[in-house]
Structures are given as structure tokens and as C-alpha cells.
């Protein structure tokens, strides 16, 4: 704003010293021309001068002239003397002509003395009004070539004002596009850095979602690792494999099992302590598990593979609503522990509640089939187990690590990958914008020199504007000012003219007085 304000002062003082130089121009070009018509007035008053001589010898001639008339009456006043000797009777008439003839000769040389008395003060003011109209005309002829300049110089200056004021208005048209594409440069600026913003928080809210996700894997992994949750006999031979003090170990049953959440109570009640047996090769891997559990005095179950039986004949079930299904077929699991289900869950179905439970068994209990009855077990998904004997259990209610934690950590890496992805194109979309207010700024910056060029030649074109104006608007001032001059000058012609004629006039009257006398 400083910046602006100093240049539009500069500016002004620029403006005025452009006038400033522009009368000073006017003031010595008129000086000039005065010069140059004192000039031609000198010129003049030379020629005048020369013409004034001669009229004088002209004139000293005449007085010549007149003195030899005078020489001549004085020689025939001699004669008449002479005459006189003779004439004695009419001397005294001649004496008294002569007389007469002598003062009108006196006369005649008094008013010859004042014609040219007259005549030279008649001549110099001619002479003076002659050089004055000379000069005058002069200066009328200059002050019309001037004026017929001046409107030339009007249309010519008129285009230049319009082409000025095109000029300016271009100038201002342009700097306003560049303008209007700067701000709209800078709004796109603006957005895209509250695009930014909000990304970089959005990101940095997924980045924190994606940590707690990996720090709970690793949660998970390091409770997998500790085997944290499960049996302390799972535990003891779970590091004891790790160890290599027991061999043939194949993991834990719970952990090869993956079942919906929704089953997850009921398959652990239905299970029981089977979901943390361990699995094992065979008889021989089985012993020493036995005897590792003997030494540290705890319990566990062991599933030798190569030891289970053969596969039991399912039974069927009443076909009533409530019911699920069979226990086996709502667990995925590896095709090699599939006999393992079927022998642990050999006829245990998933039902709804104890309601159902207890409908099942009501209509079983009326069935021949008792071996179906009492190998019959009913679970509901709250985890409440019903067997055909009629005995109840209750599981914990709730998932044991052994069957959550691999959907827990399975379901994590989902989410872990999911999210991962959602934090890699976030971080994508980032770089996307940051390369765009890269490259806005950068256009931003272009502009901002594109603009300040614009002002530039938007102020030498108001500039050049204003001085055009200001030199139409003085000349259109100077035309009628010229126009004045020039009539004042006609008239004052004119009235010199008059005066020089009824100067001549009175020359005439006197030459004539003289001719008659």
C-alpha cells in the first residue's frame, strides 16, 4: 500500500513537471517569436529609414527648388531696381510690390519651414505606424499559421487521447483478468490448503487408528507368543515344544478352529477343556506330554491324531425352530481335524436358547432310541449345555483366548490392511495436494509478476493519458485564446492603417496649400 501510495506520488510530481516543462515550452517558443518580430521590426525600420532619407533629399530638392525661386525674385528685384533708374514714376508702386512680394516671400518661407516641419513629424509617425502594421501583420500571419497548426495539431492530439485512453482501458481490462485469475489462483490456494488441513487431520486420525490396530496385534501376538489364556497344562507343553522337550506337538486345537463370533461362547461350552487340547502326532509324542504334565503336577488334554476313532454315525434331530445346526458344521477348520470335531462334537447341536434345549430333549426322551437320547447334547449360545442324561452345564459365557484371539488377530489384519490402505491413499491424496499448492503457488507467484507488470503499464498508459489530456485540453484553451489575438491584431491593423492615411491626407492638404499660394 506504501509502495502504491509513493509511486502514484511520483507519479503526480511527474504529471506537474511534465506541465511544469510544457509552459516553460510555451513561454520560450512566444519568447522566441517576439524576438523573432523585434527582429523583423529592426529589418523593418532599417528599410523605413532608407525610404525617410530619400524622401528627405526629395524634400531638401523642393527647399533647393524654392531658394532658386527665391534667388530669382531677387534678381528681378534687381532688375526692378535697375528699372527703377527709369521708371521713376512708378518706383514707388514697384517700391510697395516689392515690399509685398518680399513678405509673401517671407511668408512662404515660414510655412515652406512648417510643412516640412510637418512633413518629417508626418513621415516618422507613417514610417512608425508603417513598421508597427508591418510588425502586426506579421505577427496576424504567424498567429494564423499558428492557429491552423494548432488544429491540425487538435485532431492529431484527439487520437492520440484516444488512442491513450484505449490503451489505458486495455491496460486496465488486462490487469483485471490477471487480477480475477490471481484471486481465483488464491481461492483455489485457499481450498486447497483446507483440503490439506482437513486430510492431514483425517490422516493423522487414521495414522492413530492404524497404530492402535498394529498396537493391538501385537498385543495379540505377544498374549500368542506368552500364550497368555490359555490351560497351564497347554502352556507348560506349548513351551516345553519350544524347547524341544516335547516333540510331535501340532498346536492347539482351539487355535486351528475358526468359528463366527456369534458361535464362539457356544462352541468354547460346547468344547470345553478340548479347546485348549494339544495335538499330537501319536502314542509315543502323547507320553511325553503325560510325563511332563506328571512332573509339574497339572492337568491337560492331549488329542493324539494317529489315535482317534473311527467315525460315529451322526444321528438326526427333530427339525424344529431354534435349532441352528450341528456344532461341527458351524467351525471351519483344516480337512485333517475334521474327524477330531466329529468325535468331540459327535452329536451336539448349536441351539437358540434353554427353551429349545429342553423341547429337543422332551421329544427325544419319548423317542426308543435311547443311545441317540444319552449322546444327544443340546448347547445354547449363551453357553448353557444340555445333555440327553438330563445333566446341565454352564460354560464361562464368554470367548476363551484359544478361539478369540485367532479371529481377534485374523480380523485385525484385516482391519491392519484396510486401514493401511486407507492411511497409503490418504497419504497419496496428500501428496496430490501438496503438489498442486505447489504448483498454485508457483502460478501465484507467475501472476503476482504478471499483475505488478500490469500496474506498470496501466499507470504509464494513465500516465500518458493524462498528458495527452492535459495537452488536448491546453490547446483547446489556446485556439480561442490565438482567434482573440488574431483579431485584436486585424483591428489594431486596421486602426494603424487609418492613421496613415489621414496622415498622407494631411501631407496632401499641405502640398496643395503650397501649390496655390
Avoid: C
Avoid at 512662404?108 to 508603417?130: A, F, G, H, P
Avoid at 500571419?141 to 487538435?154: F, G, M, T, V
Wanted: charged share 30%.
Amino acid at each position: 500500500g506504501q509502495l502504491r501510495s509513493n509511486l502514484n506520488e511520483l507519479h503526480a510530481k511527474s504529471a506537474e513537471l511534465h506541465r511544469q516543462r510544457e509552459n516553460t515550452s510555451t513561454e520560450l517558443a512566444v519568447s522566441e517569436e517576439r524576438a523573432r518580430n523585434l527582429l523583423d521590426q529592426e529589418h523593418k525600420l532599417k528599410s523605413d529609414l532608407a525610404i525617410i532619407s530619400e524622401e528627405f533629399s526629395l524634400l531638401e530638392e523642393r527647399r533647393n527648388f524654392a531658394l532658386g525661386g527665391v534667388e530669382s525674385l531677387s534678381e528681378e528685384f534687381a532688375e526692378a531696381q535697375q528699372s527703377s533708374e527709369s521708371l521713376n514714376d512708378s518706383f514707388e508702386s514697384r517700391q510697395e510690390e516689392i515690399g509685398k512680394i518680399e513678405a509673401k516671400l517671407s511668408e512662404l518661407r515660414r510655412e515652406l519651414l512648417n510643412l516640412s516641419v510637418l512633413r518629417e513629424q508626418v513621415n516618422s509617425r507613417r514610417t512608425e505606424s508603417r513598421v508597427h502594421i508591418t510588425s502586426l501583420v506579421n505577427s496576424k500571419n504567424k498567429a494564423e499559421e499558428a492557429n491552423i497548426q494548432d488544429k491540425s495539431r487538435l485532431d492529431e492530439i484527439t487520437i492520440r487521447v484516444n488512442d491513450a485512453g484505449s490503451a489505458l482501458e486495455k491496460a486496465r481490462k488486462q490487469q483485471g483478468e490477471i487480477e480475477q485469475t490471481l484471486e481465483g489462483v488464491q481461492q483455489e490456494t485457499k481450498q486447497k490448503n483446507t483440503d490439506l488441513l482437513r486430510l492431514s487431520k483425517t490422516l493423522a486420525e487414521d495414522e492413530t487408528i492404524l497404530e492402535r490396530l498394529r498396537a493391538q496385534a501385537e498385543v495379540l501376538q505377544q498374549a500368542e507368543e506368552s500364550h497368555a489364556g490359555y490351560s497351564q497344562g497347554a502352556k507348560s507343553l506349548l513351551e516345553s515344544f519350544g524347547k524341544q522337550q516335547v516333540k510331535g506337538l501340532q498346536g492347539l486345537l482351539g487355535s486351528n478352529l475358526r468359528v463366527t463370533e456369534e458361535f464362539e461362547v457356544a462352541i468354547s461350552a460346547a468344547l470345553g477343556d478340548y479347546l485348549d487340547g494339544i495335538l499330537l502326532g501319536g502314542v509315543k509324542d502323547a507320553d511325553q506330554a503325560l510325563e511332563l504334565l506328571d512332573k509339574k503336577s497339572e492337568k491337560g488334554v492331549l488329542i493324539p491324531l494317529d489315535q482317534l476313532a473311527n467315525k460315529h454315525h451322526q444321528k438326526n434331530i427333530i427339525e424344529i425352530e431354534g435349532i441352528i445346526g450341528r456344532a461341527a458344521d458351524l467351525i471351519d477348520t483344516p480337512k485333517e481335524l475334521k474327524p477330531v470335531l466329529e468325535i468331540l462334537l459327535f452329536n451336539t447341536w448349536i441351539v437358540k436358547d434353554r427353551q429349545t434345549a429342553r423341547e429337543i430333549l422332551s421329544y427325544l426322551r419319548k423317542e426308543p432310541d435311547e443311545d441317540n437320547l444319552l449322546s444327544t447334547r443340546l448347547v445354547t449360545q449363551s453357553g448353557e449345555v444340555f445333555h440327553g442324561a438330563g445333566q446341565i452345564q454352564r460354560g464361562a459365557g464368554q470367548s476363551p483366548a484359544s478361539l478369540s484371539r485367532p479371529r481377534e488377530q485374523r480380523e485385525l489384519k484385516i482391519k491392519i490392511a484396510e486401514q493401511d490402505g486407507l492411511v497409503t491413499e490418504l497419504h497419496r491424496q496428500t501428496q496430490e495436494i501438496e503438489s498442486a499448492i505447489t504448483a498454485a503457488m508457483e502460478r501465484e507467484e507467475i501472476l503476482s509478476s504478471q499483475l505488478e507488470e500490469a500496474k506498470s503499464i496501466t499507470d504509464k498508459a494513465a500516465a500518458a493519458h493524462s498528458r495527452e489530456e492535459f495537452t488536448l485540453e491546453q490547446l483547446r484553451r489556446e485556439i480561442p485564446w490565438r482567434m482573440g489575438q488574431i483579431e485584436s491584431l486585424s483591428a489594431e491593423v486596421e486602426s494603424l492603417n487609418n492613421k496613415v492615411r489621414e496622415a498622407e491626407g494631411e501631407i496632401e492638404l499641405g502640398d496643395a496649400g503650397i501649390s496655390d499660394t
